[in-house]
Each structure stands twice: as structure tokens, then as C-alpha cells.
């Protein structure tokens, strides 16, 4: 997996919510069966692996500058 490979968006963590600040469970719904682009993959202090960076396109309700989120490999 590297950057430029397009990957499929084929599941949502269980227990996943939205809250006021973020709407994760609703971008996470907006993207499952979707194929994007991998943005890049980044390190993150304390994990053993690389989270992809994906541009998904806007959140709901929130402005075009959010439009990348980070997600586990598999």
C-alpha cells in the first residue's frame, strides 16, 4: 500500500458515533463502498503501523478545507 493506490472503503468501527464537534460516523457512512485515493501513509507517535491519509471530499455540514481524514490499514 502506498501513496497514489486506490483503496475501497469497506467498513465502519463498531461503537462509532458522531458528537458536536466531529461527524465521524456520518463521513464514515458517506464513504463505505466508495473507492479514494491514499493521500499519502503517516506515522503517528505511538502506533506500530502507518495511518492513510484519504481525501474523502467535505465532511457533512463542515467546509471544504476538511476533507482528509486518517484511517487504520485494513
Given at each position: 500500500?502506498?501513496?497514489?493506490?486506490?483503496?475501497?472503503?469497506?467498513?465502519i468501527p463498531a461503537g462509532l458515533?458522531?458528537?458536536?464537534?466531529?461527524?465521524?460516523?456520518?463521513?464514515?457512512?458517506k464513504c463505505l463502498g466508495k473507492?479514494?485515493?491514499?493521500?499519502?501513509?503517516?506515522?503517528?507517535?505511538?502506533?506500530?503501523y502507518k495511518l492513510v491519509k484519504?481525501?474523502?471530499?467535505?465532511?457533512?455540514?463542515?467546509?471544504?478545507?476538511?476533507?482528509?481524514?486518517?484511517?487504520?490499514?485494513?
Amino acid at each position: 500500500m502506498k501513496a497514489g493506490d486506490t483503496v475501497k472503503w469497506i467498513g465502519i468501527p463498531a461503537g462509532l458515533s458522531d458528537d458536536d464537534e466531529l461527524q465521524t460516523r456520518s463521513l464514515f457512512e458517506k464513504c463505505l463502498g466508495k473507492s479514494f485515493c491514499i493521500v499519502a501513509l503517516e506515522t503517528v507517535e505511538g502506533l506500530s503501523y502507518k495511518l492513510v491519509k484519504l481525501n474523502v471530499g467535505p465532511m457533512p455540514g463542515k467546509s471544504e478545507s476538511l476533507d482528509r481524514i486518517w484511517v487504520e490499514p485494513e
